[in-house]
């Protein structure tokens, strides 16, 4: 047994949707959430800078909150860092990657979008997921950057049709190139789940890695024998301030749409 809280990490507030799959399944667990917002957007920074970033970031957060597993909920984060923050820490990470192998079974005319940061796309850690697992398929690569920073900036104050016209271009990619499954290999899109659901229309299917990275940490916590048995308070951290009034009122109505207390 062991009460510690369980420690979310992403760029922003994409890991949310990933973080409520695990506290519905486990009331027990406590939970802090780590919006790196002082750092957003990882998407566009280099390999080098995001390790040093993710690994000052943790530092910091392992200090405050000691806790006893992490989720990095940000697929950048993830394919950057992950054996670097496994080597360097000592307590388990699991992490978020674009569910390439799952869409590659489901798809029936083996054309599979991808929409990720621009480093997700570039990274040699996708390429590899896709030659081992996708090798039967055409991968389309979409990099989602001006979605990514309206969800963070903007989701709360968007004005009606705002939200669609931001992943109009998306869309119209993965509709040229005719997949039949797109694969949501940024957290932030889940965010915008139902509006890119009913863009894209029912002939094509969304995927994203939730169920599998809740699976896994539910697995991590049995198998170390660290489950908790009573729950602590669930924190929204901010790394910084935000800088802007509209920004602020996002991470403030994202947070109580979650039921996190925001710190
Ligand atoms: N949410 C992050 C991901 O899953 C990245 C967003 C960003 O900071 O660019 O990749």
């Known amino acids: 047994m062991n009460n510690s809280p369980i420690l979310f990490f992403d760029s922003g507030i994409g890991g949310l ?30 390999r080098e800078q995001l390790i040093d970033i993710i690994h000052d970031t943790m530092d ?3 200090d405050k909150y000691s806790p006893k597993a992490s989720v990095i909920a940000c697929n950048t984060a993830s394919v950057i ?9 000592d307590f388990p990470f699991i992490g978020v990657v674009p569910a390439i192998k799952p869409a590659a079974f489901l798809s029936e005319n083996k054309k599979i979008g991808l929409m990720a940061t621009n480093r997700t796309i570039e990274d040699k850690y996708t390429e590899k997921l896709i030659i081992e697992h ?51 290999g940024c957290t932030h899109f889940l965010l915008l789940e139902n509006e890119l659901q ?5 002939q094509i299917k969304i995927i994203d890695s939730r169920e599998g990275v809740g699976r896994q940490i539910v697995r991590v916590l049995k198998d170390k024998d660290i489950l908790s048995a009573k ?21 403030r109505w994202i947070s109580k749409k979650y039921g996190l207390c925001a710190v």
């Open 17 to 46: 949707p990933y973080l409520e799959w695990l506290k519905v399944r486990m009331p027990e667990e406590s939970f802090i959430y780590i919006a790196d917002n002082k750092n957003f957007p990882y998407g566009t920074k280099s």
């Open 81 to 89: 860092s992950l054996d670097h923050l496994r080597s360097n820490f």
């Open 134 to 184: 996708a090798s039967d398929c055409e991968v389309f690569r979409y990099a989602g950057t001006e979605i990514i920073d309206f969800i963070e900036n903007e989701l709360s104050s968007a004005k009606s049709g705002e939200r669609e016209t931001v992943i109009d271009p998306a869309v119209k990619f993965f509709h040229e190139k005719e997949v039949d499954i797109v694969v949501l």
């Open 231 to 251: 729950k602590q308070s669930d924190l929204f951290v901010l790394t910084g301030q935000g800088d802007e009034e509209k920004k602020i009122k996002n991470y």
């Open 198 to 202: 009913n863009a894209l229309g029912p």
């Open 60 to 62: 910091e957060a392992v």
